[in-house]
C-alpha cells in the first residue's frame, strides 16, 4: 500500500499514462504502468526495485537493482512520460510537487489536494506505507474520506496532532471542521489544547492518568470544561490563549 493506491490516485495516473501518443502508439493500456504486473515491471528485481544478496555468515541484505537503479520499472516503460517525467518520477514525487504536474487534470488534483490538505503534502506518492507514522497513516484516511462524498460517517481519530507543526495543526482543524459542515461526527481523543478548543462538546477524563484516572471530570463545551474547578483540563484551557480560527458562535452543532 502506498499513498497513490490507498487515495485512489494510482488508478487516474495509469490511465492518463495510457493516453499518451506513444503509449497508444504501443498498444499499451493502464496495465503496463504498475510494478506489480510482468507487463511493465523491471524483469530483473520483479518491480522491487532492489534485489537479495545472501549473505551466508550475516544477515541477508537488499541492494538497489543495477538495472532499474530502484526505479521498478522495465527502461521501455519508462520511455513513456508526461511532461517530462515518467511513471516512476511521478510516484517518487512528493504530493505537493505532483499537485503541479497534475494542476489541470482535474481527477487527479482533487485527490492530492485532499492530502496537501491535511498536512501531507511532504509525502511520496509511492512511499510504502509501513514507513508512516501513526499520525500520518489517520490524517491519510481523512484525505480519503475529503474525497469521497460520503454522508454521515463518524470518525474516531486517536491523537492525530502527534508530531506536527502549529501551522499543520491548524491546517488539520480546518479539515475537521469540513468534515463537520458537511454532515460527519468527528470524535477525536487528544491532548492539544488547541483541538480541544475547537471542540463543539469535550468530556475531560481523569483526575490522573492510569490507576488514578478513568473517571469523567467535566463535560460541556470547553468554556464550561474552563470553568471546572476539579479540571486539569480546564485549568490549562483557562490559561490558554483564544480559538486560532472559529470563536464559539461559529461551531456547528452535533460534533464530539
Known sequence: ???ATYCDLLGPIRKRFAQLPLSRARGWGPGRFTYNSAEGRCPHCDGRGAV???MHFLSDVWVPCEHCGGRRFSAETLEARWK????ADVLDATVEEARALFANQRGIKRRLDGLFDVGLGYIRLGQAGNTLSGGEAQ???LAGELVSRRKETVFTLDEPTTGLHLADVERL????HRLVDAGHTVVVIEHHLD???HADHVIDMGPEGGAGGGRIIATGTPEEVASHPESWTGRALGRAAAPCS???QERPPATA
Do not use: Q
Open 1 to 3: 500500500s502506498t499513498p
Open 52 to 54: 537479495l544478496i545472501e
Open 84 to 87: 517530462g517525467h515518467s511513471i
Open 139 to 141: 490524517r491519510m484516511k
Open 173 to 176: 482543524l480546518a479539515v475537521l
Open 195 to 197: 483541538v480541544i478548543r
Open 246 to 248: 472559529r470563536t464559539t
